[in-house]
T-cell receptor, first 115, second 111 residues
């Protein structure tokens, strides 16, 4: 099992450019998440998908869009990148049971710089 | 509101000593807490979790304590090793399936 994979690992964009961050998991998890991590800070939730076909906003959704392409894949799109979006982006997945609990497994991250 | 904070941003311990990392949370309705370890350049890695109906849970060399009265969570690492050097985050499950992460504590091990 590869777990959670993310592409690309690094990316530099100019202000106004767009890009899509890709995430895939092979653990048959039903829920997937996108976080951003800024220096010296914890992770902040951007968007999540509780199950295939559903997406919901997290704490910091402005400037981002997501697509839950299928059960395995959850992409994050920046339509018009801004320097404030310079960050490390982590994708995570979990299996949510009827009790509503589930450990989240994280990918290795995408380091994005917007100039 | 929902927020998770840490008492100390950095912690330095001697190799072989026990480490205690603390975390405060503000949402008394939170029912699930997780500790994650993040090594440099990597994604967070699950260490241990605890539900709100428990006060203590033990894993391999790690123990999590939950004090709901004062809304405090701690992670104890026994016999700290160089490989324990990392940033440790506590996270709190708030609404639905959202986790709220704390700022993190950097643990450094002195030889």
């Amino acid at each position: 099992n590869a777990g959670v994979t993310q592409t690309p690992k690094f990316q530099v964009l100019k202000t106004g450019q767009s890009m899509t961050l890709q995430c895939a998991q092979d653990m048959n998890h039903n829920s997937m998440y996108w976080y951003r991590q800024d220096p010296g800070m914890g992770l902040r939730l951007i968007y999540y998908s509780a199950s295939e076909g559903t997406t919901d906003k997290g704490e910091v959704p402005n400037g981002y869009n997501v697509s839950r392409l299928n059960k395995r894949e959850f992409s994050l799109r920046l339509e018009s990148a801004a320097p404030s979006q310079t960050s490390v982006y982590f994708c995570a997945s979990s299996f949510i049971t009827g009790q509503g609990l589930g450990e989240q497994y994280f990918g290795p991250g995408t380091r994005l710089t917007v100039t | 509101g929902e927020s998770v904070g840490l008492h100390l941003p950095t912690l330095s311990v001697q190799e072989g000593d026990n480490s205690i990392i603390n975390c405060a949370y503000s949402n008394s309705a939170s029912d699930y807490f997780i500790w994650y370890k993040q090594e440099s350049g990597k994604g967070p890695q699950f260490i241990i979790d605890i539900r709100s109906n428990m006060d203590k849970r033990q894993g391999q060399r790690v123990t999590v304590l939950l004090n709901k009265t004062v809304k405090h969570l701690s992670l104890q690492i026994a016999a700290t090793q160089p490989g324990d050097s990392a940033v440790y985050f506590c996270a709190e499950k708030a609404r639905a399936q959202k986790l709220v992460f704390g700022q993190g504590t950097r643990l450094t091990i002195n030889p």
